[in-house]
């Protein structure tokens, strides 16, 4: 079914015009909702939703919202407007994204239209929907919703504003506002969606982390080493960490002070690091409990980069593959578990040769094998603190390394620190 005949359904079952409801539809779609989720939300919005009231908006306090809720009314301080423009149906529009806050709790939502408001009002806002986002309850304000504002402003603990620590930054945030210093930076041109683009891409730091960002303006002041404060940027997942995002709307200027940078990343427990969903710098510290197969001496495709098993290509077949070397190993802490991943440099450290002295060693063994088998002998259950990107995905987390050395200190004695700090 396309999107016509959904509409049409939902027309006809809703009693409702079929253009307005294929606008929605599309609107939701263009924002990467899930077909079926599509339909509900509209099925929600013309009190169709069997599951919910049907009856008008009930006035709800943020923390009582549930994905069940069909339509909303919620009285809030407004805490960050980040702006965005997305294109449906050839047209580009500009919508407008962060969350709302009262006493019990804060949500995200996204306008449709643009109501007016600024971090820091009091509103009511009267009939937002509400959808499920990453199973989460988010605020939808079309042009069915009102927003009020309230004189009396409404008491929150969080506070108002975008500003945020590098280290906090999620995918997804957005309007968020950072101060940061430039440390990479460099023109390149893409293929976007409005055919050749030049962006700006790099990475950025403060006092609590480095992230990399991409400058959608390609903005020449974004040059290396320059502290700048960007007003509303958005972060959203790039190959599995989160990035910032530099759009049309955001603004950039001096700070005014050098920023500080840490040398080091954030060290985090491993539940810690994976439960943030993934992170672009990070050092954790943790017991190599094992070096899995793949490791070792092994063979990449020439065409794609992806390892071979048994000299085939998941992708291309049966090609002469290129030698390499990498370790893939599990480390644990007690809070969670992670796939280290180390490059051949890494990889040829540990293991205290070359990869040509390694082939060697295969070579009279008659057995690549040999190479993956010294390496366990070397690590397995020793403890090493790592430093690397790590991104969380559906098959779960890889902490791709830059830095790999084993702990000085007493594992016994961390271990029962670590033991304390769960509560174990
Ligand atoms: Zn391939």
């Known amino acids: 079914m396309d999107v016509d005949d959904h509409a049409e359904e939902l027309a006809s079952t809703l009693g409702v015009d079929k253009a307005e409801v294929k606008s929605d539809l599309q609107n939701l779609l263009e924002y990467s909702v899930p077909i079926d989720e599509a339909k509900q939300s509209i099925r929600r919005k013309h009190g169709g939703d069997s599951g919910g009231s049907g009856g008008s908006p009930t006035s709800r306090d943020i923390a009582d919202i549930t994905t069940e809720d069909g339509n909303v009314t919620v009285t809030a301080r407004v805490l960050t407007v980040g702006r965005r423009s997305i294109r449906y149906q050839g047209e580009e529009q500009t919508i407008r994204e962060g969350e709302l806050a009262d006493e019990t709790g804060k949500i995200s939502y996204t306008a449709w239209e643009d109501f007016g408001f600024e971090p820091g009002d009091s509103v009511t806002v009267g009939n937002a929907g509400v959808r499920e986002w990453d199973g989460e309850p988010e605020l939808n304000l079309g042009s069915s919703s009102t927003v009020a504002v309230e004189t009396t402003p409404v008491e929150t603990p969080y506070d108002v504003g975008g500003e945020t620590d590098l280290v906090n930054v999620r995918a997804g945030d957005r309007g968020r506002t950072v101060e940061v210093r430039v440390l990479e930076s460099e023109e390149r041109t893409i293929d976007g969606r409005n055919g050749e683009t030049l962006i700006r891409s790099g990475v950025v730091a403060d006092e609590t982390g480095r992230l990399p960002f991409t400058d959608w303006g390609a903005r020449s002041d974004l ?164 430093r690397g990107n790590l991104s969380v995905d559906d098959y779960g987390a890889n902490l791709e390394a830059n830095e790999f050395e084993e702990t000085a200190d007493d594992p016994a004695e961390r271990a029962a620190a670590l033991r304390e700090e769960v509560g174990a």
């Open 223 to 386: 040059r290396e080493s320059a502290d700048l404060r960007f007003e509303d940027v958005y972060a959203r997942e790039f190959r599995g960490v989160p990035q910032i995002n530099l759009s049309e709307f955001t603004t950039v200027t001096p700070v005014g002070r050098e920023v500080t940078v840490n040398e080091s990343a954030p060290r985090m427990g491993i539940g810690e690091a994976v439960g943030s969903g993934g992170m672009f710098d990070v050092e954790v510290t943790g017991n190599l409990l094992e070096v899995r197969d793949g490791s070792g001496l092994i063979e990449r495709c020439p065409d794609c980069g992806r390892v071979l098993q048994n000299g085939q290509c998941r992708s291309h077949g049966d090609v002469a593959g290129e030698d390499d070397m990498r370790v893939k190993a599990i480390l644990d802490d007690g809070t969670g578990t992670v796939t280290v991943v180390l490059d051949r440099d890494l990889t040829e450290t540990l293991y205290g040769g070359t990869m040509d002295e390694a082939m060697e060693q295969a070579r009279e063994a008659m057995d690549k094998e040999v190479v993956a088998d010294d390496i366990r002998d070397t690590v397995v259950g020793r403890e090493f603190r790592i």
